[in-house]
């Protein structure tokens, strides 16, 4: 079965800086990559999706990730850090029936 | 385009009562899931229907939960009797169809507590 980990459950940035958030997937690679994003209250929001193919995805907020089979990692990224992405990232991936397997997130702060 | 729809949005209970919570997916979704999350984790997949028929429900307790999604549409997901233990928010999503790739497009939550 898929598993996903999230190194580091709880991240803080100052603005501007880089924002790193781990994710690593289970040894059998997946054909699809999710990153989602909940802020405050409210549902999971998608950020980016890796399907097979490009490595580097970007998505929305200036986000984007690298997909690396020999380190079955999904690392997402964004240069310069705002404010307004204080909220809990999530890494996903499909399992066999297609439903989601989630990584157990990382709260990222950004400090002003 | 409307999204997801979900309600109540925060609902306390006593332990050993009952509760229900229903969704609304985006018009033409097939795929309706619901998860539970509790705090600190990330969701948990708990029951997956494609239009009215059931996919996964194998991490369902199903002692004490139970969904429908009778005719394709909306759906309900009903706890008797609650423990303490689920007190979590319970997320409904929805997608397209089966294919893969496919986007999930998640409600508000209902935050649940079980006192």
């Known amino acids: 079965a898929q598993s996903v980990t999230q190194l580091g459950s709880h991240v803080s940035v100052s603005e501007g800086a880089l924002v790193l958030l781990r994710c690593n997937y289970s040894s059998s690679v997946p054909p699809y990559l999710f990153w989602y994003v909940q802020y405050p209250n409210q549902g999971l929001q998608l950020l980016l999706k890796y399907t097979t193919g490009a490595t580097l995805v970007k998505g929305i907020n200036g986000f984007e990730a690298e997909f690396k089979k020999s380190e079955t990692s999904f690392h997402l990224t964004k240069p310069s850090a705002h404010m307004s992405d204080a909220a809990e990232y999530f890494c996903?991936?499909?399992?066999?029936?297609?439903?989601?397997?989630f990584g157990s997130g990382t709260q990222l702060t950004v400090l002003p | 385009e409307a999204g997801v729809a979900q309600s109540p949005r925060y609902k306390i209970i006593e332990k050993r009562q009952s509760v229900a919570f229903w969704c609304n997916p985006i018009?033409?979704?097939?795929?309706l899931y619901w998860y539970q999350q509790i705090l600190g984790q990330g969701p948990k997949l708990l029951i997956q229907?494609?239009?009215?028929?059931?996919?996964?429900d194998s991490q369902l307790p199903k002692d004490r939960f139970s969904a429908e999604r009778l005719k394709g549409v909306d759906s309900t997901l009903k706890i008797q009797p609650a423990k303490l233990e689920d007190s979590a928010v319970y997320l409904c999503a929805s997608s397209l169809g089966l294919a893969g790739g496919g986007e999930q497009f998640f409600g508000p939550g209902t935050r649940l507590t079980v006192l």
């Open positions: 996903a991936a499909p399992g066999s029936a297609r439903q989601l397997t």
């Open positions: 018009s033409g979704h097939a795929t």
């Open positions: 229907f494609q239009n009215n028929g059931v996919v996964d």
